[in-house]
């Protein structure tokens, strides 16, 4: 089955610095990535997604990256904001299954 | 429009014994999936369902069920019941599964004794 997994598992940035999160994957028949923020105590969100016919993709201060080559996605927040602070989850997802990464706590110190 | 729903919120059974958990997905949705997430890390997944047939279905023992309705929703069971079953049972709707986007639940914590 597919294996995915996430780094780091936590990150500290100021705010206003950008902030990476990494993941890569196993099943290369996975085409389907998206992101998602949880804020403690709350559901999943989707913040962004990709498919494996796009490379990158932009949504104002956020943007994911792919390489289905490498099997790796990476999401990027710019100019972070205290807001962003919460836990953040990649998935990979071959259309019948969907496997999430083990979660990157980010925390964005005023 | 009314987003997903889960229902109960909370529930706490004893070892051994059997839990239905109840999800309504968004409106024009026809897929359901489930999720199994423990404090502190990603969900992990159960099943997809899209259409009332079983879609994809993940690692976990057949104490797991579910079924999907005609109106589109669905009810997740869990048999004999462990302790390393408690958990926040999410639930996430899309339109049609696959490469759609997913919505989640606010899920039910189940909590076992």
């Known amino acids: 089955g597919e294996n995915v997994e996430q780094h780091p598992s936590t990150l500290s940035v100021q705010e206003g610095d950008s902030a990476v999160i990494k993941c890569t994957y196993s099943?290369?028949?996975?085409?389907?990535f998206p992101w998602y923020k949880q804020e403690l105590g709350k559901r999943p969100q989707l913040i962004i997604d990709?498919?494996?016919?796009?490379g990158e993709k932009k949504d104002q201060r956020i943007a994911v990256t792919l390489n289905k080559t490498a099997k790796h996605f990476s999401l990027h927040i710019t100019e972070t904001q205290p807001e962003d602070s919460a836990v953040y989850f990649c998935?990979?997802?071959?259309?019948?299954?969907?496997?999430f990464g083990t979660g990157t706590s980010l925390t964005v110190i005023p | 429009d009314a987003g997903v729903t889960q229902s109960p919120t909370h529930l706490i059974k004893t070892r051994g014994q059997q839990v239905t958990l109840r999800c309504s997905p968004i409106?024009?949705?026809?897929?359901v999936s489930w999720y199994q997430q423990v404090l502190g890390q990603g969900p992990q997944f159960i099943f997809q369902?899209?259409?009332?047939?079983?879609?994809g279905r993940g690692n976990f023992p057949d104490r797991f069920s579910a079924r999907q309705f005609p109106n589109y929703s669905s009810e997740l069971n869990v048999n004999a019941l462990l302790l390393g079953d408690s958990a926040l049972y999410l639930c996430?709707?899309?339109?049609?599964?696959?490469?759609?986007?997913?919505?989640f639940g606010p899920g039910t914590r189940l909590t076992v004794t």
């Open positions: 990709i498919r494996s016919n796009v």
């Open positions: 998935a990979a997802s071959n259309g019948n299954q969907f496997y």
């Open positions: 099943d290369s028949a996975s085409n389907y």
């Open positions: 409106s024009g949705h026809k897929s």
């Open positions: 369902y899209y259409e009332k047939e079983e879609r």
């Open positions: 996430a709707s899309s339109l049609q599964g696959g490469l759609y986007e997913q919505y």
